[in-house]
Nanobody, 124 residues
């Protein structure tokens, strides 16, 4: 099975940018449809973005549309999330997740493989 490790989180100011990475090992990333989720303190885990295992049709939560971009580099076995114009409400632990399915899902329960998460904190 695949192991996922996120990196790139940190403390930034509102309006700044960050790029999160999710490195896969154990199996090739191209087997998986991938997603990013986040969880803020006291809140449920929520969908951020997803990208299918084949093709380039991406999906975004309305709250991040136009500011975040998901991308994958299967040759490097890495998933990315470019986050621009960050807001304090983007503060959360960000998780990457994978599922062995052709189509993305916004439901966290549909993803079998998860990383440990990386903290993103946006100050106002």
């Amino acid at each position: 099975q695949v192991q996922l490790v996120e990196s790139g989180g940190g403390l930034v100011q509102a309006g700044d940018s960050l790029r999160l990475s999710c490195a896969a090992s154990g199996r090739t990333l191209r087997r998986y449809t991938m997603g990013w989720f986040r969880q803020a303190p006291g809140k449920e885990r929520e969908f951020v973005s997803a990208i299918p295992r084949i093709g380039y049709s991406t999906t975004y939560a309305d709250s991040v549309k136009g500011r975040f971009t998901i991308a994958r580099d299967d040759a490097k076995n890495t998933l990315y999330l470019q986050m621009n114009s960050l807001k304090p409400e983007d503060t959360a632990v960000y998780y990457c997740a994978g599922r062995e399915h052709y189509f993305p899902s916004v439901d966290s329960g549909d993803y079998r493989y998860w990383g440990q998460g990386t903290q993103v904190t946006v100050s106002s």
